[in-house]
């Protein structure tokens, strides 16, 4: 009797784990259906610089149209020509078009260009990059910088994505929306609130659409990308402050190309969150919630990492703010910020 | 017969160890007492933010109730009144708009005069309402607006408090409201996730930040709360979302009142009103500080494999309403031809 039930218990667990591997190769292995960009209109805000423009580029390598938006005329002029330079078959359609995206009327008038050499079809996809970061302490903040830093995070793509549902859902066309949101979306701390506010603010919206599009079957993806050395990142550094800078000293950060190429894999794989890196994995099993995971199984694995991983880096984080108090008390009392 | 010992040693050793982690957590951890202490409750004059102005004031503290509308604040001036505990404490009501950071820094030189210019002790900012709909009828103006209900009525009130509370050195307190809608959205809620998600970015950046300062952070993320606010957001509210709210349990405003306090009172930082909210809370953790390590993991372990199979029906719902909705779309004319 006892090696009936060894038996029956060996190959249960047996063809539980093979349902598991299977489970996670469907996602590592592309086994699911995939999206090709190929001769789709790819429609990329902050498209001129960084993440925006490697992805810009990389779509073009893939043989799709694309529609660069972003602010400077010159900036766009350039990216226009590294364009040109990864175009693969004569019918590919590149133009950019300057824009200020982070309002609905901008949004609009900018899609609505980038539709006419299609006779009016709205892009297929949208990928919504727009974006900037400008740290600094809390208590040196104004209601000002606290709106800037909502304007450059999430209103810098919301609109966009208000302006290109309405189209996409006019014209019945099935197509994506990618979010650029931060592992700042994930988590957050000293330094960031101008910053992770309106992360968090994507991945709300994020959240919102991808159950809410279900009605029109248009996708939405959202990307979770660290550190990318851009200029945008350089900007950023002048003015973080120096706790922070400490904290991040041993963080691997991606080039804008790499980054790219990892949301792109994710949105031909139909990943919903999509995370660059190692540590971006953990978080994201860590704070999926009720979120549509890409790999139940693998998952697993990368949130009991971070169930354990977490709280002591976290821990470290932690002791190094306070043993920054010192010295933080000086520069409050040379800014007149203590009485 | 010795292996039997050394398990049931095992055994007891890991039952010590876990009942140690659960008590010290609630047991050993410094209480915070509200009796005495200065509390500036913003959205004081109805809902939770009026509930919780109660409670204060049945524990002692010194209540000063924020809110727009005079006639409202009055009435929930008289409410506490009748919470009152000793003749000492002092009920205070100021008629000012939060959601600019001039606003919330008159408000508290407003509440900080009986004090001698002292500033408030702790902050519930309870300010914010929700107007839902279906994304692709918003607009520009929806969308500003939503995130001034939702993350603006209180995020310059806490950089008020904040500049306050630093320039004199009170280690006080932030006490943030947020939503269970903080923690995940569905169809309907673009112009209220997207603020109740931005709030909990900013308590996450502070609760590291205040380390600096000593002052501390607290995030309360409820679900459905009986009040007159929640009437409202109804009114607007697609049908989708209602028959996916069907058999959700909402609470009174007291009882999320109580709870926010209990929470407050315990140094929890994020804090649930529910079961379904604590396995929100622990499945969406991340780095955050937890309040019981241990329980958590028994709350993210269900949430592991209870929460998919609820998204599931949430999805299956949403799909459908597809037929449904395209007839709601033709009929406002929003369809290509």
Request: glycine letters at 8%; hydrophobic letters at 40%.
């Given at each position: 009797?006892p090696?009936?039930?060894?038996?029956?218990?060996?190959?249960?667990?047996?063809?539980?784990?093979?349902?598991?591997?299977?489970?996670?190769?469907?996602?590592?292995?592309?086994?699911?259906?995939?999206?090709?960009p190929?001769?789709?209109?790819?429609?990329?805000?902050?498209g001129?610089?960084?993440?925006?423009?490697?992805?810009?580029?990389?779509l073009?390598?893939?043989g799709?149209?694309?529609?660069?938006v972003?602010?400077?005329?010159?900036?766009?002029?350039?990216?226009?020509?590294?364009?040109?330079?990864?175009?693969?078959?004569?019918?590919?359609?590149?133009?950019?078009?300057?824009?200020?995206?982070?309002t609905?009327?901008?949004?609009?008038?900018?899609?609505?260009a980038?539709?006419?050499?299609?006779?009016?079809?709205?892009?297929?996809?949208?990928?919504?990059?727009?974006?900037?970061?400008?740290?600094?302490?809390?208590?040196?903040?104004?209601?000002?910088?606290?709106?800037?830093?909502?304007?450059?995070?999430?209103?810098?793509?919301?609109?966009t994505?208000?302006?290109?549902?309405?189209?996409?859902?006019?014209q019945?066309?099935?197509?994506?929306?990618?979010?650029?949101?931060?592992?700042?979306?994930?988590?957050?701390?000293?330094?960031?609130?101008?910053?992770?506010?309106?992360?968090?603010?994507?991945?709300?919206?994020?959240?919102?659409?991808?159950?809410?599009?279900?009605?029109?079957?248009?996708?939405?993806?959202?990307a979770?990308?660290?550190?990318i050395?851009?200029?945008?990142?350089?900007?950023?550094?002048?003015?973080?402050?120096?706790?922070t800078?400490?904290?991040?000293?041993?963080d691997?950060?991606?080039?804008?190309?790499?980054?790219?190429?990892?949301?792109?894999?994710?949105v031909?794989?139909?990943?919903?969150?999509?995370?660059?890196?190692?540590?971006?994995?953990?978080?994201?099993?860590?704070t999926?919630?009720?979120?549509?995971?890409?790999?139940?199984?693998?998952?697993?694995?990368?949130?009991?990492?971070g169930?354990i991983?977490?709280?002591?880096?976290?821990?470290?984080?932690?002791?190094?703010?306070?043993?920054?108090?010192?010295?933080?008390?000086?520069?409050?009392?040379?800014?007149?910020?203590?009485? | 017969?010795?292996?039997?010992?050394?398990?049931?040693?095992?055994a007891?050793?890991?039952?010590?160890?876990?009942?140690?982690?659960?008590?010290?957590?609630?047991?050993?951890?410094?209480?915070?007492d509200?009796?005495?202490?200065?509390?500036?409750?913003?959205g004081?004059?109805?809902?939770?933010?009026?509930?919780?102005?109660v409670?204060l004031?049945?524990?002692?503290?010194?209540?000063?109730?924020v809110?727009?509308?005079?006639?409202?604040?009055?009435?929930?001036?008289?409410?506490?009144?009748?919470?009152?505990?000793?003749?000492?404490?002092?009920?205070?009501?100021?008629?000012?708009?939060?959601?600019?950071?001039?606003?919330?820094?008159?408000?508290?030189?407003a509440?900080?005069?009986?004090?001698?210019?002292?500033?408030?002790?702790?902050?519930?900012?309870?300010?914010?309402?929700s107007?839902?709909?279906?994304?692709?009828?918003?607009?520009?103006?929806?969308?500003?607006?939503?995130?001034?209900?939702?993350?603006?009525?209180?995020?310059?009130?806490?950089?008020?408090?904040?500049?306050?509370?630093?320039?004199?050195?009170?280690?006080?307190?932030?006490?943030f409201?947020?939503s269970?809608?903080?923690?995940?959205?569905?169809?309907?809620?673009?112009?209220?996730?997207?603020?109740?998600?931005?709030?909990?970015?900013?308590?996450e950046?502070l609760?590291?930040?205040?380390?600096?300062?000593g002052?501390?952070?607290?995030?309360?993320m409820?679900?459905?709360?009986?009040?007159?606010?929640?009437?409202?957001?109804?009114?607007?509210?697609?049908?989708i979302?209602?028959?996916?709210?069907?058999?959700?349990?909402?609470?009174?405003?007291?009882?999320?009142?109580?709870?926010?306090?209990?929470?407050?009172?315990?140094?929890?930082?994020?804090?649930?009103?529910d079961?379904?909210?604590?396995?929100?809370?622990?499945?969406?953790?991340?780095?955050?500080?937890?309040?019981?390590?241990?329980?958590?993991?028994?709350?993210?372990?269900?949430?592991?494999?209870?929460?998919?199979?609820?998204?599931?029906?949430?999805?299956?719902?949403?799909?459908g309403?597809?037929?449904?909705?395209?007839?709601?779309?033709?009929?406002?004319?929003?369809?290509?031809?």
């Open positions: 009797m090696d009936a039930w060894v038996s029956v218990s060996l190959t249960s667990l047996a063809l539980l784990a093979g349902l598991v591997l299977l489970a996670a190769s469907v996602n590592m292995f592309g086994l699911s259906k995939r999206w090709d190929s001769l789709k209109h790819c429609f990329v805000t902050g001129s610089s960084g993440a925006g423009l490697a992805l810009a580029k990389l073009a390598q893939n799709a149209h694309v529609s660069i972003a602010r400077d005329q010159a900036k766009l002029n350039k990216a226009l020509e590294e364009l040109e330079a990864a175009r693969q078959n004569p019918q590919q359609v590149f133009r950019a078009y300057s824009f200020s995206v982070n609905e009327a901008g949004s609009a008038a900018a899609i609505e980038a539709s006419e050499p299609f006779d009016g079809r709205c892009p297929d996809a949208f990928f919504l990059c727009a974006g900037a970061s400008r740290p600094g302490f809390f208590v040196e903040q104004t209601e000002e910088s606290l709106r800037t830093g909502m304007e450059q995070t999430y209103y810098a793509q919301a609109f994505a208000l302006a290109a549902s309405k189209t996409m859902v006019q019945g066309v099935k197509g994506k929306i990618v979010f650029c949101s931060s592992i700042l979306g994930y988590f957050s701390m000293v330094g960031y609130s101008t910053y992770s506010p309106g992360k968090f603010a994507i991945r709300g919206l994020a959240e919102t659409l991808q159950s809410e599009f279900m009605l029109y079957g248009i996708d939405v993806h959202v979770f990308p660290g550190t050395y851009s200029p945008g990142y350089s900007e950023e550094n002048r003015v973080k402050p120096k706790v800078l400490k904290i991040e000293e041993t691997e950060g991606a080039t804008p190309e790499v980054v790219a190429k990892i949301i792109l894999d994710g031909r794989s139909g990943k919903f969150h999509i995370t660059v890196d190692f540590i971006g994995n953990v978080f994201r099993s860590s999926a919630g009720s979120t549509e995971r890409n790999s139940y199984a693998l998952d697993w694995v990368h949130g009991l990492i169930y991983a977490l709280p002591i880096w976290r821990n470290s984080v932690d002791s190094t703010v306070l043993k920054h108090r010192e010295e933080h008390e000086a520069y409050l009392r040379e800014r007149g910020l203590r009485s | 017969m010795e292996t039997k010992l050394i398990t049931a040693a095992v007891l050793l890991l039952g010590a160890l876990f009942t140690l982690l659960l008590s010290y957590t609630m047991l050993f951890s410094k209480k915070w509200p009796k005495g202490k200065h509390c500036l409750v913003t004081g004059s109805s809902g939770a933010g009026r509930a919780l102005a409670e004031a049945k524990a002692g503290a010194h209540v000063s109730i809110a727009r509308n005079p006639e409202r604040l009055q009435k929930a001036l008289e409410e506490v009144e009748k919470a009152r505990k000793t003749p000492e404490q002092v009920f205070r009501c100021y008629s000012f708009a939060v959601n600019t950071e001039s606003g919330s820094v008159a408000a508290i030189e509440a900080s005069e009986p004090f001698g210019g002292r500033c408030p002790d702790a902050f519930f900012l309870c300010a914010g309402a107007r839902p709909g279906f994304f692709i009828e918003q607009s520009e103006a929806s969308l500003k607006q939503g995130m001034e209900q939702t993350y603006y009525a209180q995020a310059f009130t806490a950089l008020a408090a904040t500049k306050a509370m630093v320039k004199q050195g009170i280690k006080g307190k932030v006490v409201c947020s269970i809608l903080g923690y995940f959205s569905m169809v309907g809620y673009s112009t209220y996730s997207p603020g109740k998600f931005a709030l909990r970015g900013l308590a950046t609760q590291s930040e205040f380390m600096l300062y002052i501390e952070v607290h995030l309360a409820p679900g459905t709360m009986y009040t007159k606010g929640y009437e409202e957001e109804n009114v607007g509210k697609p049908k979302t209602l028959k996916l709210e069907e058999t959700d349990e909402g609470a009174t405003p007291e009882h999320v009142a109580g709870v926010i306090l209990k929470g407050v009172r315990n140094g929890k930082f994020h804090i649930t009103v079961f379904i909210g604590n396995v929100f809370r622990a499945s969406s953790a991340g780095a955050s500080e937890r309040n019981s390590y241990a329980l958590d993991w028994i709350h993210g372990l269900i949430g592991y494999i209870a929460l998919p199979i609820w998204r599931k029906s949430v999805d299956t719902a949403v799909v309403h597809r037929a449904e909705h395209q007839e709601y779309l033709r009929e406002r004319g929003f369809l290509s031809v």
